[in-house]
């Protein structure tokens, strides 16, 4: 008797967990380790929250986490440059002539040009043209558009034209949002490259000269 009392309470209780455990096919059950389960990726129109971090639980049972984007403060991302703190005013204009370009040598390789050349093209082209020369095809309904190529825009500091590049300058406006710091820089140095070599200049100078006293 004692031996039945037992094998039916075990069947009792059996029949309750698979009962409880099987209520709905929407409510999975207990999940071990659910940061393993399920992934913390963005959803698409996923709901975020972006002034408190909590967590809670659906109604099917999965972790709901509310969290916002920005970087904790005082880090920047992996491969990113520092920031540029320069503010965005007349003064601040002026000091970007002091800031050196940090790619340097480096930007030398093949990968950084034709990844630069593809930013040119894609970002500056469509107003300054393939070649800088402000014959985009919209640089007409622009209007104002720099012709890169000149002396004054050769002349300018790397700092100032990356900071026209950051803050915008008349016309342009800022691609701090398209491009990240390296970005800029690369454009800067792609520029560069658009742009006559001093000894060129001065050449093409000394000739225009000579032809006038002729």
């Not at 398209?178 to 742009?195: A, S």
Request: charged share 20%; hydrophobic share 40%.
């Amino acid at each position: 008797m004692k031996r039945f009392t037992y094998i039916t309470a075990i069947l009792v209780t059996a029949i309750i967990v698979t009962v409880s455990s099987c209520d709905s096919k929407r409510q999975p059950g207990k999940v071990y380790m659910p940061d393993m389960a399920y992934s913390r990726a963005y959803e698409t129109y996923a709901y975020r929250d972006t002034t408190k971090f909590t967590m809670s639980i659906d109604d099917y049972g999965k972790d709901i986490i509310f969290y916002n984007a920005k970087p904790v403060v005082g880090t920047i991302k992996q491969g990113e440059l520092f920031p540029y703190t320069i503010p965005n005013d007349s003064l601040g204009y002026i000091a970007s002539a002091s800031v050196v370009n940090p790619l340097g040598p480096a930007f030398a390789s093949k990968a950084d040009s034709a990844e630069a050349s593809r930013l040119f093209n894609i970002n500056c082209a469509v107003c300054h043209g393939a070649t800088g020369a402000a014959n985009g095809p919209i640089a007409d309904k622009i209007g104002a558009v720099a012709n890169l190529t000149l002396p004054q825009y050769a002349a300018l500091k790397d700092g100032t034209m990356f900071h026209s590049i950051t803050y915008g300058k008349n016309n342009m406006g800022s691609y701090a949002s398209q491009l990240d710091r390296k970005q800029r820089w690369m454009l800067v140095e792609y520029i560069r490259t658009l742009q006559p070599k001093p000894a060129a200049a001065g050449a093409a100078k000394a000739d225009s000269t000579a032809t006038a006293k002729k």
